[in-house]
């Protein structure tokens, strides 16, 4: 570091090694992020109700020589969100990041939308954030550092024909994390979400594949600056930089990661 308190160096990503829980962390997103987060030193708790595809994802990370760990997790049941978090802890100590990202996209028509579906999607996309969130904060308000990131859709600000249970999920989650910011600010932790657009991903070729996107995941390109369909990394890059220290005063935000897409 020079006189004017600049370094020709980069910045590690944190100033002591860090633990990280990614839910959902088998496949798509999850997985990227899980990977980057490795990647940039973090022990990352690989969870996902899918164990099999979590091991993979670990063994994968393991391989490339970073540390991790597979962990069942179901979000929509608050007992193996506790067990899962305490399997973490156990293996790597407090767990301080914490990337909620697991979620389920079903699409149907608003009247054949019932109330069991709709209780399920509640429970797994914003009640799991909810109480994976209660269950690691006081790690970080003991560590008097934290990081959470809640991965919400682009649904929840444009809304989404077929998806109202859906949307209304990833808006809840949206203001959960406003909420959060401000309950947790003065405990040195942040809380901050991700709205995706289309990001190619299993879930989205699954939603193509049914006829539920039109003209299926390249008809947005047109429309979007970038020109491009996004890419799991591409939503992991976004996470890797909230949950630096460095990002340490960037907090109750919505960072749209879609290509530029303007999101009204
Ligand atoms: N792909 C996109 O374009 C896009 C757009 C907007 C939002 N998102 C959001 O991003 C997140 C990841 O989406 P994706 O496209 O990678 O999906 P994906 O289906 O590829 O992966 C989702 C993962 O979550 C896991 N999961 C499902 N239910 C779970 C539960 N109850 N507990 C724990 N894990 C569970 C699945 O096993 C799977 O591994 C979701 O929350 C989704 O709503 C994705």
């Given at each position: 570091m020079d006189s004017t308190g600049?370094?020709?160096?980069?910045?590690?990503?944190?100033?002591?090694?860090?633990?990280?829980?990614?839910?959902?962390?088998?496949?798509?997103?999850g997985a990227a992020i899980a990977h980057r987060l490795a990647a940039e030193g973090a022990r990352v708790g690989v969870t996902d109700v899918d164990i099999e595809s979590a091991t993979t994802v670990a063994a994968d990370i393991a391989e490339a020589g970073g540390g991790a760990i597979a962990v069942e997790m179901d979000v929509g049941d608050q007992g193996?969100?506790?067990?899962?978090?305490?399997?973490?802890?156990?293996?790597?100590?407090?767990?301080?990041?914490?990337?909620?990202?697991a979620g389920i996209t079903p699409s149907a028509k608003f009247l054949e939308i019932d109330g069991e579906t709709f209780d399920r999607v509640m429970a797994v996309n914003l009640r799991g954030p909810f109480q994976?969130?209660?269950a690691v904060v006081p790690d970080m308000i003991g560590a008097g550092w934290g990081r959470i990131v809640n991965i919400s859709s682009s649904s929840a600000q444009t809304g989404n024909a077929r998806m109202a249970h859906y949307a209304a999920s990833k808006g809840g989650l949206i203001s959960l994390t406003r909420s959060l910011a401000l309950d947790l600010g003065r405990k040195g932790i942040t809380v901050n979400t991700i709205p995706p657009?289309?990001?190619?991903?299993?879930?989205?070729?699954?939603?193509?594949?049914?006829?539920?996107?039109g003209e299926g995941i390249h008809q947005h390109i047109p429309t979007t600056p970038m020109r491009r369909v996004g890419q799991p990394e591409d939503i992991a890059a976004a996470v890797a930089f909230l949950v630096r220290d460095e990002a340490d005063y960037i907090t109750g935000q919505v960072l749209g990661v879609n290509g530029g897409r303007t999101i009204v």
């Open positions: 600049h370094s020709a160096q980069p910045t590690p990503a944190w100033d002591r090694p860090r633990t990280a829980v990614v839910t959902g962390a088998g496949s798509g997103l193996s969100i506790k067990a899962g978090m305490s399997d973490v802890r156990e293996a790597f100590g407090p767990i301080t990041i914490l990337v909620n990202n994976c969130c209660q657009g289309f990001v190619e991903t299993p879930s989205l070729h699954a939603a193509a594949e049914a006829g539920e996107l």
